[in-house]
């Protein structure tokens, strides 16, 4: 079906075109950072596999410890004045980083601190998200919205590393993280020009502002149950998929070419997922979003049977498809079924129950692959990931979401 231009009705907005270009820049600098960041502490006196897994981590963690904090002050300032603060934290860390690694000057360690400060950013901002789209557009386009902004993320994938290898090849690591800087900066820009709004509510105290949050959170069962699931899933199975990938690939696929085959055909699924939900309006979108899930386990059971390199990647484009209609409808959900004045919170507690177990998961996907073997281990987050997903769609509050009233639906 072609993309006519009725698909693309909320590109209209001058609002929402700004914000998203600024968002694709940052998403673009993110993408070539990691690439960047790793060879470069590789190169460092000290550096090593261990110091890059140390820099992840400590970043990771960062993000984690924040996200609370970012939904808090998200509800009590604004979601755009606390993401441009998040920007221009996210600007000087990588920054005063490029600076460091083009003056031949940067140790581990302040690689580590800075990449504390780039997981605080990070962390500050992610809330904000979900809180700032419903003021850019209407209620009937959200779906639209959050369809273009998810399709971002994998074109920046994909684009990203690319585009950072050639950098690092022609130039230095330093200079691909002076262009992330600088894509942050660029972020902040597009957001300077969006209305600053503060939703209206009493203040608690930040105990009593975060118990209100966690109070809205855990009463809606479908939210905390299909958070439950996602972070699960990142823990039982994508955790492994993504630590045991590389080394399978290398074994048996062909090397990091094939491995990047495979994530490059899972962004261009979620691609073509996100187009393909422009302009339409299915109902029970809770449902569809939890069903989608279920593409993420197509990869992994891939591997896990040892198939051929074209069948991995032919899953793993299943996966982005699945990965793009499962994010879009789920944010698309809470954006219109949330209060605006809880909305930062209550998705601050969404996304650390989703994401909180994922650290510890890749730190045992290896040893415990070493004990029961990667492809039993696999298949168990295969089987894991589909059993859960028929769990899911059991529980009436999920099974039943949207369709109590037609006018209450959410629209996609």
């Known amino acids: 079906m072609t993309l006519g231009t009725h698909r693309l009705r909320v590109l209209r907005h001058a609002r929402f075109r700004r914000f998203l270009l600024g968002q694709s820049a940052s998403l673009l600098g993110s993408g070539m950072n990691t690439i960047a960041t790793t060879f470069a502490v590789l190169r460092l006196p000290g550096g090593g596999v261990d110091a890059v897994g140390g820099v992840m981590a400590a970043r990771i963690l960062a993000v984690l410890v924040v996200l609370l904090l970012g939904g808090v002050l998200t509800d009590r300032i604004g979601a755009r004045a606390v993401m441009m603060a998040a920007d221009l934290l996210r600007f000087g860390s990588q920054g005063l980083l490029a600076v460091l690694l083009l003056t031949h000057t940067a140790r581990v360690w302040e690689v580590v601190v800075l990449a504390v400060v780039l ?20 209620a009937g386009e959200l779906a639209d919205a959050n369809a273009l902004l998810q399709m971002a993320r994998p074109m920046a994938s994909i684009a990203g590393p690319g585009v950072a290898g050639l950098l690092v090849a022609a130039f230095d690591p330093g200079t691909v993280v002076a262009v992330d800087a600088v894509s942050y900066g660029v972020s902040v820009v597009a957001l ?17 502002e975060l118990g209100r949050g966690w109070a809205e959170f855990t009463s809606r069962t479908w939210l905390w149950v299909t958070t439950v699931h996602i972070g699960l899933f990142n823990f039982v199975l994508w955790a492994p998929f993504l630590v045991l990938g590389p080394a399978l690939a290398q ?47 197509v990869p992994a059971a891939a591997l896990a049977l040892r198939l051929p390199l074209a069948w991995v990647a032919g899953a793993a484009f299943l996966a982005g498809v699945g990965a793009a209609l499962c994010t879009t409808l789920a944010a698309t959900v809470i954006q219109r079924d949330l209060p605006a004045e809880v909305r930062g919170r209550v998705s601050a507690f969404d996304s650390l129950g989703a994401f909180a177990l994922g650290p510890l998961g890749l730190a045992l996907a290896g040893p415990v692959s ?23 769609l059991a529980v009436p509050s999920v099974r039943h979401h949207g369709t109590a009233a037609p006018a209450a639906r959410p629209v996609c």
């Open 119 to 138: 997981g605080i950013g990070e962390g500050g901002f992610m809330p904000g998200l979900p809180a700032l789209v419903p003021g850019l557009v209407p």
């Open 192 to 208: 300077v020009g969006l209305p600053l709004t503060r939703p209206a509510g009493p203040r608690r105290g930040m105990l009593g």
């Open 251 to 297: 074994q048996r696929l062909g090397g990091a070419k094939a491995w990047g085959l495979v994530l490059a055909l899972e962004g261009l699924g979620a691609i073509v997922g996100g187009l393909a939900l422009l302009g339409r309006s299915p109902g029970r979108a809770l449902t569809w979003s939890v069903a989608a899930s279920a593409g993420w386990a």
């Open 370 to 392: 070493g004990v029961v073997g990667a492809d039993r281990l696999l298949g168990f987050g295969v089987l894991w990931q589909l059993t859960a997903v028929a769990v899911v």
